[in-house]
């Protein structure tokens, strides 16, 4: 089937806009991690999601950011107040189950510009 | 398109030849260490994988080896191909969901 899909594919804001970047996952799979990746830098981990809930947002830099996935499948992370500083690619992954050692399938990414 | 890692350290190597690409992990509870593939403008891709309880693990033209005395991995690119070109991340795992990506290595192959 198809793989992991983000849209937009490219988002250009002003600081202190609201942004949400949505993430569709392979269907059927259970778990959902988003990250963020600067340039030069690997992905970040934020959030994983288990079905409908956040079973770890250890990785969500401060409160203006959150994510959801109400209905266990796709999933919408959520920036208030943009800052420029928030400029990066967010990566969205889907893994079947979420277990140890599960192969995470990665989509293009969203590309965010803070201007 | 938007490049992902223009600082990164950068292996070059000529097509045909093979590359090994070398990664220095952190955390010693890791049992589970990834290599992914990064092209310009997309997500990373699987590569291999392997387990702490082995060394080494074998794919078609990639080879991982592990060695957890030193927390050191390797990717080897067998007859290394245009195609090959990209940045290349290792990652580890301690048993969890979470990943941990390291800074990654960009990889030219030169026809």
């Known amino acids: 089937g198809a793989g992991v899909s983000q849209t937009p594919s490219n988002k250009v804001t002003e600081k202190g806009k609201y942004v949400e970047l949505r993430c569709d996952p392979i269907s059927g799979h259970t778990a959902l991690y988003w990250y963020r990746q600067s340039l030069g830098q690997g992905p970040e981990f934020l959030i994983y999601f288990q079905g409908t809930g956040a079973a770890d947002d250890s990785g969500l830099p401060n409160d203006r950011f959150f994510a959801v996935r109400p209905e266990g499948s796709v999933s919408t992370l959520k920036i208030q107040r943009t800052e420029r500083g928030d400029s990066a690619v967010y990566l969205c992954?889907?893994?079947?189950?979420?277990?140890?050692?599960?192969?995470?399938?990665f989509g293009p990414g969203t590309r965010l510009l803070v201007l | 398109g938007e490049s992902v890692g223009l600082h990164l350290p950068t292996l070059s190597v000529q097509e045909g030849d093979n590359s090994i690409i070398n990664c220095a992990y952190s955390?010693?509870?890791?049992?589970?260490f990834i290599w992914y593939k990064q092209e310009s403008g997309k997500g990373p891709q699987f590569i291999i994988d392997?387990?702490?309880?082995?060394d080494k693990r074998q794919g078609q033209r990639v080879t991982v080896l592990l060695n957890k005395t030193v927390k050191h991995l390797s990717l080897q690119i067998a007859a290394t191909q245009p195609g090959d070109s990209a940045v290349y991340f290792c990652?580890?795992?301690?048993?969890?969901?979470?990943?941990?990506f390291g800074a990654g290595t960009r990889l030219f192959v030169k026809a």
């Open positions: 992954a889907s893994s079947l189950s979420g277990g140890a050692g599960e192969t995470q399938y």
């Open positions: 392997i387990r702490s309880n082995m």
């Open positions: 990652a580890e795992n301690t048993g969890g969901f979470k990943t941990i």
């Open positions: 955390n010693s509870a890791s049992d589970y």
